[in-house]
């Protein structure tokens, strides 16, 4: 009669088995009516740990589902291999076809020229380090050549490295005596972005540029607004049919998705500044004149920054043709003036009534009343004349924030890419 303590993973018992021989044969054989086999690990002595050297080949990535969930799992659902290799210096190797599903925090800020880290640990959830020992089979960079050479799936990822670390985990109870051993691979992943340049940015770029060189077109013959219109309709659209290509957001909103509401956002204000525009040439007239911060904010300082000045105002004055002679007549009231400067009072008011100067007196009350007339038009164009170089100057100025989005937009769009394919 033989007593052994059991070490289950749950509970210590004592169990009683009856050894016809005094060999490990015989107590395999009566441990097997009462415990299972395959749970004792393989070693003469319990207090020898069992090494386990781990290596695995990638042979293809299935593909990444976004989900909102923080975890998951799924059954392995990779065709089962009842062999093992046993061999004579007591190695016995495993090789099993897995299917793994690794739940990878997806960082998509700069989708899609993003680069995600899927980790995939192992380790004993019940055998601290004293029982099994957990040691890296191959060198990672033989394990990355190897997955490369066999990998058999050309979708949306690309395999960019894999790395490899060690650590011990300490438990609640034991402390850092006996911890568990774990080894971590980290699979880095690229994403090939082909796919998304040409069904998103490409499309988005074209209609933007458009929209841009829609401003070429002069606003006081052509309507731009239900090009404009047409346009906005047109986005939306877009923005619509590739929803489904956009990631599904998180914590981090993606660049691409600002780019999209910016160059919305553009569109938009393109439109509200070309209504504007028009109706600044079509009836400039029917406002008052340009307030103060207006003319100084517009058409001092911006027109400036946009290279269109205000012009100074110059008083112009209008010479008949016909008096351009050498020789001057002086008008018969400037003789009666030039009368009574001598002081002849008779002589003068007996001119005074003459019907001739009574006639001059009206023609010059007329020629005032003209002049105040053609001033009043003169006042009335330049008020115009300025609010027509205001809708001028910020047609110009958001046609330059066009082209400064678009360049920033290029040249952010370059770098990410470079340093997405440097990596």
């Not at 003469?44 to 799992?73: D, E, H, K, Q, W």
Request: aromatic share 10%; glycine share 4%.
């Amino acid at each position: 009669m033989v007593t052994i303590v059991s070490p289950a993973p749950c509970l210590r018992c004592k169990i009683v088995v009856n050894c016809t021989n005094p060999n490990t044969i015989s107590l395999l054989a009566a441990l097997e009516n009462v415990m299972k086999l395959y749970s004792i690990r393989p070693v003469m002595n319990l207090s020898t740990p069992t090494n386990i050297s781990m290596y695995f080949t990638l042979y293809g990535i299935l593909g990444v589902v976004r989900s909102s969930r923080t975890a998951c799992m799924d059954e392995n659902r990779a065709p089962i291999v009842p062999y093992v290799y046993i061999k004579h210096t007591g190695i016995v190797r495993d090789a099993n076809p897995v299917r793994v599903v690794s739940s990878c925090n997806l960082e998509i800020y700069t989708f899609p020229f993003d680069v995600q880290n899927c980790t995939f640990t192992f380790r004993s959830y019940i055998h601290h380090v004293s029982d099994i020992r957990i040691i890296l089979g191959k060198k990672v960079e033989d394990i990355l050549k190897r997955s490369i050479s066999v990998l058999s799936t050309e979708g949306e990822w690309e395999l960019m490295d894999i790395k490899s670390s060690k650590f011990k985990l300490s438990t609640f109870n034991q402390g850092e005596s006996n911890p568990y051993d774990e080894l971590c691979f980290y699979i880095v992943l690229r994403r090939r972005a082909t796919l998304y340049v040409v069904n998103l940015l490409i499309p988005s770029c074209f209609l933007i540029t458009v929209d841009l060189f829609s401003f070429l077109l002069p606003p006081q013959n052509v309507d731009r607004s239900s090009f404009k219109m047409t346009l906005i309709l047109g986005y939306s659209v877009f923005l619509l049919i590739v929803n489904d290509l956009l990631p599904v957001t998180g914590s981090t909103i993606p660049l691409i998705n600002v780019f999209f509401a910016i160059c919305l956002a553009l569109m938009v204000a393109s439109l509200l500044e070309t209504i504007l525009i028009t109706n600044l040439l079509v009836a400039p007239c029917n406002f008052h004149p340009v307030p103060g911060w207006v003319r100084v904010l517009v058409l001092r300082f911006m027109g400036t920054l946009v290279w269109l000045p205000q012009k100074s105002r110059e008083d112009k004055i209008i010479l008949n043709p016909v008096a351009r002679e050498t020789d001057v007549k002086v008008c018969p009231l400037v003789l009666v003036e030039r009368q009574v400067q001598t002081g002849e009072p008779g002589k003068m008011w007996a001119e005074a009534d003459d019907p001739a100067l009574v006639e001059l007196r009206n023609l010059g009350n007329e020629l005032q009343s003209i002049r105040l007339q053609v001033a009043q038009h003169v006042d009335g164009n330049q008020i115009s004349q300025d609010w027509m170089q205001v809708g001028y100057i910020i047609d110009r100025l958001l046609f330059g924030v066009y082209c400064i989005f678009i360049t920033f937009s290029f040249i952010v769009i370059l770098s990410i890419c470079s340093n997405s394919y440097n990596q």
